[in-house]
């Protein structure tokens, strides 16, 4: 089955600043790469994705960055702000046949005012 | 834009009592699933279910079991409930193998 690994598990930014969070899977024939953003008391809210025949997109202030070869994949926030502050999980398929998802063990991210 | 819908949103039982969580998909969603996310935990995979058949199974007890129904609405059944049930559920769904969107989750809390 996948396996994913993210890092790191907590991350604090002043406010402005880029937050990067970075994630490695284990199966090479992975190739649907979602990121979500949980709010406390909240479900994860899908806030962008990536296939694996794109190595990168844009969504405003977040990018995903795919590298196949290494199987990983990054998440970027540029300008964050307050309301950005959040736990982020990545996430990967479990196999290829279905769509059942294994998630990452989520970034806490702070954003200080 | 419509969201998946679960019910009830909190939910009190004891210990070797049954449970009930009903799930709503997104309109023209055809696949449900569901997560169990203990505290300081991420999800993880239940179950799926793709036009109403069983599509994957993951770590679910055999204690828990699921359906989706004829017009793609799911519920999760949950029997002699011990307190390591205690957690949040979610519902995702999709259309087909598209992004799976969550819905707000259900708060067991086994007593």
């Known amino acids: 089955g996948e396996n994913v690994e993210q890092h790191p598990s907590t991350l604090s930014v002043q406010e402005g600043d880029s937050a990067v969070i970075k994630c490695t899977y284990s199966d090479s024939a992975s190739n649907y790469f979602p990121w979500y953003k949980q709010e406390l008391g909240k479900g994860p809210q899908l806030i962008i994705d990536?296939?694996?025949?794109?190595g990168e997109k844009k969504d405003q202030r977040i990018a995903v960055t795919l590298n196949k070869t290494a199987k990983h994949f990054s998440l970027h926030i540029t300008e964050t702000q307050p309301e950005d502050s959040a736990v982020y999980f990545c996430?990967?398929?479990?196999?290829?046949?279905?769509?059942?998802?294994?998630f990452g063990g989520g970034t806490r991210l702070m954003v200080k005012p | 834009a419509a969201g998946v819908i679960q019910s009830p949103r909190h939910l009190i039982k004891e210990k070797r009592e049954t449970a009930t969580l009903k799930c709503y998909p997104i309109p023209r969603h055809d696949t449900v699933y569901w997560y169990q996310q203990g505290p300081g935990q991420d999800p993880q995979f239940l179950i799926s279910f793709y036009e109403k058949m069983q599509s994957d199974k993951g770590s679910i007890p055999d204690r828990f079991s699921a359906q989706q129904f004829s017009d793609y609405h799911s519920e999760l059944n949950m029997s002699s409930l011990e307190l390591g049930d205690s957690a949040l559920y979610f519902c995702?769904?999709?259309?087909?193998?598209?992004?799976?969107?969550f819905g707000p989750g259900t708060r067991l809390t086994v007593t």
């Open positions: 996430a990967a398929p479990n196999n290829n046949a279905g769509n059942m998802l294994t």
């Open positions: 990536i296939r694996s025949n794109v």
């Open positions: 995702a769904s999709s259309l087909g193998r598209g992004g799976q969107y």
